[in-house]
């Protein structure tokens, strides 16, 4: 049992089958929070905790899958570049459009955390969660924050934001496909981007280019926000 | 070989990236600076959409797989939020859906 869970196959195998399992629940079920990354998830850290199978070893193979995100969120290029003329012609409200969302986002959860008594450091730790993955890392370190509660924040808004869009956007009558690709880039980066791309070519680009500016935007500003909300702390 | 020359193409612009994040020191992800760049490639012409397309639709089509691994990862820190995971989680659920609509009205609103 242990050589053969500690072979790279063990982990790519056991995620791609536990995805295709949580694709097909969804499909049968066709109930939205029945995400099939969840479900992947779950299914996997089941068996990992049933088959007593350590961390380090699924990663053997987990690390290959992991690899790809690189080109994946370097080719979030093309569904940019299919729709550049969208975001030429309606620069101002998407640029307005994600530095409100951003300051939004750093601003809820300043307050919240401050609401609920969770102190500075997870606080920030939580700070940059709707930012892709390797910019929420940057700056939680940044900040003095915990990487392993940044990582479960950013993926679980992602999963959360992919899940509600839908939702959000009917209760909102938000029908403006630009605005549905922004708002959900902004809120969920690449996670919520993989429902945007499903949801069209324009929701898809605006998502993914959205993903990019958000993360521009919350380097800059986190820092000073979190200076100045401390800063009224102390008032 | 077309697919092998597509994806050497996107993966030179994740190392690219990565240079210009580690080696010059811009203080944005290299994946995040590669995206970028394959951006201006393909606005200025220098790559055409035919030499990634293929890879890059498959990449994207895919993506949500590929954080199967790092959701995984969550086993390893959940002693740290044993007794706040609660918050955690409704600060997360509120605070994306105010984001999300905030961000949504703001641009809808804006573009009239």
């Known amino acids: 049992m242990i050589e053969i869970t500690s072979t790279a196959l063990f982990g790519v195998l056991v995620s791609l089958i536990a995805f295709e399992i949580g694709l097909m629940i969804q499909r049968k079920t066709k109930k939205s929070f029945l995400n099939p990354l969840l479900l992947a998830i779950a299914i996997v850290i089941f068996i990992l905790q049933e088959g007593n199978i350590s961390l380090a070893d699924y990663n053997k193979g987990g690390q290959w899958i992991a690899f790809l995100m690189a080109p994946a969120t370097v080719a979030l290029a093309v569904p940019l570049y299919k729709n550049f003329e969208l975001l030429k012609k309606h620069k101002w409200p998407i640029l307005v459009g994600i530095f409100t969302g951003c300051v939004t986002s750093i601003g809820s959860i300043l307050l919240l955390s401050q609401v609920f008594g969770l102190g500075m450091e997870l606080s920030v730790s939580m700070l940059p969660k709707s930012v892709t993955m390797p910019i929420a890392l940057e700056v939680s370190k940044q900040l003095g924050g915990i990487p392993e509660i940044t990582v479960p924040s950013v993926m679980v808004t992602g999963i959360i934001g992919a899940i509600m869009a839908p939702l959000v956007c009917r209760v909102l009558k938000i029908n403006d496909r630009v605005a549905i690709g922004i708002a959900i880039g902004t809120t969920s980066h690449v996670l919520g981007t993989t429902k945007a791309i499903e949801m069209g070519e324009i929701e898809g680009g605006m998502s993914g280019l959205a993903i990019g500016v958000s993360g521009l935007v919350t380097v800059v500003i986190a820092p000073v926000m979190v200076t100045m909300f401390q800063y009224f702390l102390q008032l | ?112």
């Open chain 2, 1 to 112: 070989m077309k697919l092998l020359r597509q994806i050497t193409i996107i993966l030179s612009f994740a190392f690219l990236g990565e240079i210009l994040n580690k080696l010059v020191g811009i203080p944005i992800p290299g994946n995040i600076l590669g995206m970028f760049l394959l951006l201006l490639s393909l606005l200025t012409g220098i790559v055409k959409l035919q030499q990634i397309e293929e890879t890059s639709r498959f990449l994207l089509d895919h993506m949500a797989v590929l954080f199967v691994p790092a959701g995984v990862g969550l086993i390893s820190v959940i002693g740290i939020i044993k007794d706040t995971w609660w918050i955690l989680l409704l600060i997360a659920v509120s605070t994306t859906f105010l984001v999300m609509s905030v961000t949504g009205l703001v641009v809808k609103y804006t573009r009239r």
